[in-house]
């Protein structure tokens, strides 16, 4: 196997992470639907606060393995529709809990942030909603779940988990 192949360490993974914590990620869009403009806006970024401490026994390299303490992300998202904002909130990693159903014994309630590969769906075929599809994981491990936001043009909004 080459070493392409193999996945991260999680000291590699730390290591990823750690470097993630100064980015933003920004993602700017409008749509035409019917008759109406729709600008969505969607920050992504950390909140740099080391309020989320990953229990030692998710580290399985470090000798001996000790607490990591690391930063959740959020997600800032807006929708204007014709210059009126109908969207303005802060997606945080507690407002996706009641969407699904923990795998992980809970632990993803406790222990989960919104990870680094959110994006607007490619496949989605109806315009009149905007879908932003995130992995919702355990930072440093592979324990997660994808999850799909869906927005629609009015501003409310559903969160569903692929599970």
């Known amino acids: 196997m080459d070493q392409s192949e193999l996945s991260p360490t999680q000291h590699e993974e730390r290591e990823r992470l750690s470097k993630t914590y100064d980015q933003v990620k920004v993602i700017d869009s409008t749509f035409i639907v019917n008759k109406d403009t729709l600008k969505f806006h969607l920050k992504y970024y950390c909140l740099r606060d080391s309020n989320l401490v990953i229990p030692k026994f998710y580290e399985f390299d470090e000798n001996p393995p000790k607490d990591f303490v690391t930063h959740p992300f959020v997600a800032d998202i807006s929708l204007n529709r014709n210059g009126s904002f109908i969207l303005r909130k802060q997606f945080q990693g507690s407002d996706f809990n009641h969407f699904y159903k923990d ?20 496949y989605n075929k109806d315009k009149s909603r905007i879908i932003i ?30 599970q």
Do not use: C, E
């Open 103 to 122: 795998p992980f014994v809970g632990n993803l309630k406790k222990y989960g942030s919104i990870v680094d590969d959110i994006s607007l769906s490619q």
């Open 133 to 162: 599809n995130f992995s919702f994981s355990i930072p440093t491990t592979d324990l997660g779940i994808a999850m799909s936001l869906i927005i629609a043009d009015n501003g409310t909004y559903k969160i569903i988990a692929d």
